[in-house]
T-cell receptor
Framework: RKEVEQDPGPFNVPEGATVAFNCTYS??????FFWYRQDCRKEPKLLMS???SGNEDGRFTAQLNRASQYISLLIRDSKLSDSATYLC???????????FGTGTRLQVTL | GAVVSQHPSWVICKSGTSVKIECRSL??????MFWYRQFPKQSLMLMAT?????????EQGVEKDKFLINHASLTLSTLTVTSAHPEDSSFYIC????????????FGPGTRLTVT
């Protein structure tokens, strides 16, 4: 079983739609959780950290369920510029090592 | 925000040659830097953790004699792919973690290596 699992997609949605991505992780000792965004042939960029209480940043909302070892990202009012691959990332706390999911590709269309 | 640079951004080399990739933290000091590799349509895989002034820690399955890492200063880590083969062709990305303040990792823009 992969340490971090994501639905690879692609998710094709029209502009203005709401889309949700899910992620599960296998290591119950994981301590920190993040969503990164990666554009084609570019490096990943931190989108937001994920906290147990859930957190929101503009159109983006992240949720964490430690009991289910499940992380989600909700994007409201999708923009064309949101088209990218969204990576679920987990830190197990060992020397800040990050484990990346394979990513979920989002394509927002007109 | 914090900036990490990598050089070169892309390189093509012949099989059997060695290639050195540099990773620099431009506006902060990084005790720890990480080297990742990403094959097409796959996720980033951590290759090794590079600590300033000490030996790098390699992940299982990564040959330390093939991927030489040197972290000689708080702003520079280098990865040398020795005796490169076509299967080493990949996107190599480094990240750096600041020694103080926010401890998040900042990623370099990546180096695309093609071995012919």
């Amino acid at each position: 079983r992969k340490e971090v699992e994501q639905d690879p997609g692609p998710f094709n949605v029209p502009e203005g739609a709401t889309v949700a991505f899910n992620c599960t992780y296998s290591n119950s000792a994981s301590q920190s959780f993040f969503w990164y965004r990666q554009d084609c042939r570019k490096e990943p960029k931190l989108l937001m950290s994920v906290y147990s209480s859930g957190n929101e940043d503009g159109r983006f909302t992240a949720q964490l369920n430690r009991a289910s070892q499940y992380i989600s990202l909700l994007i409201r009012d999708s923009k064309l510029s949101d088209s990218a691959t969204y990576l679920c990332v987990v830190n197990t706390g060992t020397a800040s090592k990050l484990t990346f999911g394979t990513g979920t590709r989002l394509q927002v269309t007109l | 925000g914090a900036v990490v640079s990598q050089h070169p951004s892309w390189v093509i080399c012949k099989s059997g040659t060695s290639v050195k990739i540099e990773c620099r933290s431009l506006d902060f000091q990084a005790t720890t830097m990480f080297w990742y590799r990403q094959f097409p349509k796959q996720s980033l895989m951590l290759m090794a953790t590079s600590n300033e002034g000490s030996k790098a820690t390699y992940e299982q399955g990564v040959e330390k004699d093939k991927f030489l890492i040197n972290h000689a200063s708080l702003t520079l880590s280098t990865l040398t792919v020795t005796s490169a083969h076509p299967e080493d062709s990949s996107f190599y990305i480094c990240s750096a973690r600041a020694t103080s303040g926010k401890r998040e990792q900042y990623f370099g823009p990546g180096t695309r290596l093609t071995v012919t």
